[in-house]
Every structure is written in C-alpha cells, then in structure tokens.
C-alpha cells in the first residue's frame, strides 16, 4: 500500500485539523487495485462525488482518485465558506438598518473579523463529514489519494499502481484565472482558494472582476468593516446578467459604499512595504490605488493539466476544457467527463446535474444529453440575483418576438412589511404565448425563489398555471403569481374590455 502526504491548510487550529481529517486524513494508505473497475472517477469535487456514490449505489465497482481535498472548490474554497461569511455580513448589514426597523442599538456594533472566520471553519468542518472519508468507505468505494495520470485509453496510473476501468469520469473541476497584469505575481494575491485563509481583516481591498466571486466578496467584506474597490474590464458588473439587475446592485454597492470602476484595467501593480498598490486605467484617466490585499476573481480555467489525456485519446483545450458530446462523452467513448472541466457554467450544482448524466450513460446506455438541462444560477449579493432560461437579449439575438411582464417588490405587501422593497420578478415569454422561455429575480431570496420558476419551464407549464398557482399570504413570491397575472390582463383587448365595461354596467 502508499500512504499519501500529509498537509498543513492554514491556519493550522482544530477545525482545519477536522476538516482534513474528513477530506485528507493524515497517514492514508491506499487500497490494493481491483483488476478491473466498472468506473473510474478522476477528481472528487462534487461532480465526482456524485458519481462515484451514485455508480456505487448501484452495484459498480468504483475506485475514486484525488490528488488534493476530496469535497473539491465548493467545500473547501467555494459554496461552504462563502456563505458562511455571507451569513455573518448579512448581519452587519441588518444591524446598520435596524432605526428603520424600530431598533435602537446602543453603541457601535461591529464585526469581529476573526471570530466570523472561526466560525466559517468550524461549520466547513461539520458540514465535511458529508464527503468524508470514512462514508466513502462504508459504500465500499476504494479511494486513491494521489496525482496520476492515464497511461492509455483503459488503464491510469497512479504511485506505481495501475486502475484498470470499463469506464472513466473525468471531474478534475477548475481553478482561479490568473490575470496577466504585470508586478501581480510579485506583489502577491489572494484568490477563492486562499481567501478564506484570513484571520486578520484587511482594511483595504482591490477585487480584480466584478463576477459573481468578486460582488459576492466584495459586499461581504465591505459589510464587515473593510474598505473595498472593485475593477472590472466590462462596461456592467455580472456581465452576463439583466441590465436591470446589475443596475440595482450598483445602486446598493454605491449606497454601501463599495467603489466599482467599469470599463477599467489595471496597467501593473507594485509592492511597497506592506502595502499593494495599483495603476489603474478607467474613463476619468489613469489613478493609483492603495491596498492592503488584492483578491482576483477574473474566472475560472479548467484542469486539464497533467492527466496525459493524450495516451487516453480524449481531445481538450486549455481553455474550454475537455471536449465532449451531447452524452458528456469524450472522444474515447469509454471516458466521460462531467463539472468544471467540460462545462461552460461552473456551478455546483450543474456539476452535480452532468454527474447524474454521466451515471446513466456510462453505466447503461448513451440516452440522457446535458442539452436538455434548464439551468438556472444565483449570485448571493444582498439582494441576490437569480436566472433561468434566455434573457431578452437572447430571445432578440434568436429572431424570437418576446412579451416581458416585470413585478417589482416595492408593490409586494411582505416585500413591503419586511423592508425588502429592492428588487422585482421578470418572465420572458414568445409574443402572444405564456410558456415561459426565461426569468430572472432580484430580492433578498431569489435563490430560493427560483426553483419555482426553473420547474415551470422544465415541466412547459407556462404563465396561466402559474397565476393559479395559491401563495400563502403574505410571502414575497407571490410576486411570481402577481407578474404571471399581468399577461392576462395585457390580453384584454380594447373591444374586449369596452364589452366587459358593458356586461358589468348592465349586471349593476
């Protein structure tokens, strides 16, 4: 057997050590190979979690491989922690507005950065278990800790073992983008892998990308105390979302007071003592900033690196990743791939979504295609800003005539009652049809809200059965409803609505 190093995730205190017992546990021996295995997961992030629990649920023979932390980005460096400080800057900004809940605070209520971050910790820790190592092995999955690589198109290798397989998932997910700015490198950044390493609160932040990380990170900082300025190259932050959405969330980092350069570059950044400092190039000219640290959050770029996908016969691109079919297959037809590495949304739960494909086409047959996934996402900014389906631009680009009906949360009575009036729900659907064809909602639940409308289009339920749809009163999503019952009114015509002021006039 090989037992696999151990390492240190700073900082080095008793819920990191849990968090590695889970994930990396220190003296690990790996098992001796099967001689042949139904399925060989690469990569334990969540795609191959899903995967390989999945396959061997089934009956599979499955061995797993992992070069770092079992539980991938959205454990360790991604979902899990960021939340967990998103709850505690929720807070804050709870707190700085509660006058106008009739709340009085006597004194300054102030975050204590170090005790946000332990408690990020030790809820990563608990929530670890879940993708331990120890439930890997009550299913009888044989884990491999260790760096390998494909010797051909049916075997891997990995510390002078060979995995024979049937079958191969490829879930080696993505890592941050590294920016090209000259002087980074030697200044040093942060990135989602290293961020939540923090014990001590930075009083100055430059975000590199005004993505969902970047946003997301920004306010939550900002809320808990620290000066924060975010450069973005394009002309709106969260590019890929509604105008309007964007445009409120400006709004509220402004009122926060966030400072978001758009349309900006940085030109070089350079070390000065203790402190980082940036050349950047906007629309008001050319200016230095000043931090204390820098977090780049420009995207992601798919792992794909160092797996000798070439003796394997599976075609990739440094960029877009592994290239597959609508089966998530690749070009070796006996390895799949699913997540990060093949996928242009990177999402936990898209990688979860392609795992549950791969599960039924490698173990079976080629029958289920991610093309018929209805994909929805969530940025969690405070409010969030949640999608699914085409945008009004999309439908415009596809020659498609659309009807849009918008219901802001300001006209919501608990939108109203719980101060949470920012925001609104949006449907897009064809010009004179109510199937619902996208939607995006801006509140301080959209992610929850979502779900609601990501069901309607994956079961081609369309406006009319959604305002039949009974909310309990008072709830904000019964915005949904109350948007969904505007197309009816829009379908009253002017002769239609004369004869009804008749009808009514004579039932008097």
């Known amino acids: 057997m090989t037992t696999f190093r151990d390492i240190i995730l700073p900082p080095d205190d008793a819920h990191n050590r849990e968090l590695l017992s889970h994930v990396h546990p220190s003296g690990y021996e790996n098992p001796d ?14 795609a191959g979690l899903v995967a390989a629990v999945g396959a061997a649920s089934m009956g599979a023979k499955v061995a797993m491989v992992e070069d770092y932390l079992i539980g991938g980005d959205c454990l360790n460096f991604g979902c899990v922690p960021s939340k967990a400080i998103i709850r505690s800057s929720r807070v804050m900004g709870e707190l700085r507005r509660a006058a106008e809940y009739g709340v009085e605070i006597h004194g300054q209520a102030e975050a204590d950065f170090q005790r ?18 120890a439930r890997l092995k009550e299913l009888g999955v044989h884990l491999f800790l260790g760096r390998g690589r494909f010797r051909d198109r049916c075997s891997f290798e990995l510390e002078g073992r060979t995995l024979r397989f049937k079958r191969a998932v490829v879930a080696t997910g993505a890592r941050p983008a590294r920016p090209p700015i000259p002087g980074l490198e030697a200044a040093g950044y942060l990135t989602n892998e290293t961020v939540f390493s923090l014990v001590e609160r930075p009083n100055r932040w430059l975000i590199i990308g005004g ?15 620290s000066e924060v300025t975010i450069v973005q190259l394009d002309d709106q932050f969260l590019p890929r979302e509604d105008r309007d959405a964007a445009d409120i969330l400006a709004r509220t980092f402004e009122r926060e007071g966030i400072r978001v350069l758009i349309g900006a570059r940085i030109r070089n950044v350079t070390l000065e003592g203790q402190e980082k400092r940036a050349v950047v190039e906007g629309e008001d000219g050319i200016e ?3 931090a204390d640290e820098i977090l780049a959050a420009v995207g992601r770029v798919p792992n794909v690196e160092g797996l000798n996908l070439e003796a394997a016969h599976v075609a990739y691109d440094l960029k877009e990743g592994i290239q597959v079919n609508d089966f998530l297959q690749t070009t070796n037809r006996a390895v799949y791939a699913a997540g990060d590495v093949c996928f242009p949304y990177k999402f936990t739960h898209i990688a979860d979504a392609t795992a549950r494909i791969v599960i039924q086409n490698a173990l079976f047959l080629n029958s289920k295609k991610h093309t018929s ?14 999608h699914v389906g085409l945008y009004e631009r999309d439908l415009k680009v596809r020659g498609i005539a659309c009807d849009t009906f918008v219901k802001e949360f300001k006209d919501v009575d608990r939108a109203i009652l719980d101060g949470e009036e920012t925001g609104f729900v949006k449907l897009h659907v064809k010009k004179g049809k109510d199937r619902l064809l996208g939607a995006t909602v801006v509140s301080s639940h959209a992610g929850e809200m979502i779900g609601e409308l990501t069901q309607a289009m994956v079961s081609g339920a369309g406006l009319k059965i959604l305002n039949n749809v009974i909310h309990p009163y008072p709830t904000q999503s019964e915005a949904i409803r109350q948007a969904a019952a505007q197309y009816y009114v829009q379908k009253l015509s002017p002769g239609l609505k004369r004869w009804l002021d008749r009808w009514f006039r004579w039932r008097r």
């Open 211 to 225: 993505g969902p990380i970047g946003c997301e990170l920004a306010q939550a900082f900002r809320r808990l105390g």
């Open 288 to 290: 230095a900033i000043a």
């Open 373 to 386: 996934l209805t994909i929805p996402w969530c940025t969690y900014t405070d409010p969030e800003v949640a």
């Open 116 to 133: 946000v971050m332990e408690r990020m910790r030790r809820l990563r820790a608990r929530i670890s278990r879940h993708d331990s190592e």
């Open 33 to 46: 190979p099967e001689p042949v295995y139904n399925l060989l997961v690469v990569g334990l992030g969540t």
